[in-house]
C-alpha cells in the first residue's frame, strides 16, 4: 500500500485489494484506488483490474490535487480510458485522475514480454510524474527502447508531462 497527502491534507490511499480473502481464488485481485480526507469523510474510489493479478505501488499528488499512481499488471486493464493490454507478462502502468471525483485524465501502459514493475510516483512543481521500478527485456517509455543488461532486471526512471500533454514522455 503507498500513502500520500496533498497541500491540503488529504490523504491518497492505493493498495491491492486482497478479494481472494473472501472470494475463491481464481477471482482477479482487483486495484483499488481511494482517497479520504482528515476527519475520514470519503470523497471518492475506484476499482481497477484485470483477470489476473494486479498491484498498485505508488500514489502522488500534484499541486491541483490530481492523483498519479502506478503500478504493474497482466492481461487487460481499463483505468477510464480504454483497455491497456500487457505485452507478455505484468507490465507498468501510469495513470492519473482528476483529484476533486477520480475522474480519468490519461493512463498509459510500459513493458516487453517479460516481467516490468512500476515502484514509485512523484510529482514535481510543474505536474510532472517521474516513475521509477524494474524491467527486464526491452521496454520504449517514448524516447526509445531502453534495453536490461545481462539477462537481469534493471532500474528505470522516467519523467512524463503533465495532463497537457496526455502523459508524454520529458526528454532532454
Do not use: C
Amino acid at each position: 500500500m503507498s500513502v500520500t497527502l496533498d497541500s491540503r491534507g488529504t490523504r491518497f490511499f492505493f493498495l491491492v485489494w486482497l478479494l481472494t480473502l473472501l472470494t475463491p481464488a481464481a477471482l482477479p485481485l482487483p486495484l483499488r484506488a481511494e482517497t479520504i480526507q482528515l476527519g475520514d469523510s470519503h470523497l471518492w474510489s475506484k476499482r481497477f483490474g484485470s483477470t489476473s493479478f494486479d498491484q498498485g505501488y505508488g500514489v502522488a499528488v500534484d499541486d491541483s490535487g490530481n492523483v498519479v499512481v502506478t503500478g504493474s499488471f497482466n492481461g487487460t486493464v481499463n483505468f477510464g480510458g480504454g483497455g491497456l493490454n500487457s505485452a507478455g507478462s505484468f507490465d507498468i502502468f501510469v495513470a492519473k485522475f482528476s483529484g476533486a471525483e477520480g475522474s480519468h485524465l490519461w493512463s498509459k501502459r510500459f513493458g516487453s514480454t517479460s516481467d516490468d514493475w512500476g515502484r514509485g510516483v512523484a510529482v514535481d512543481g510543474s505536474g510532472n510524474a517521474v516513475v521509477t521500478g524494474s524491467f527486464l527485456g526491452t521496454v520504449d517509455f517514448g524516447g526509445g527502447g531502453l534495453s536490461s543488461g545481462g539477462g537481469y532486471y534493471d532500474l528505470f526512471v522516467a519523467k512524463f508531462s503533465g495532463a497537457r500533454r496526455r502523459g508524454q514522455l520529458i526528454s532532454d
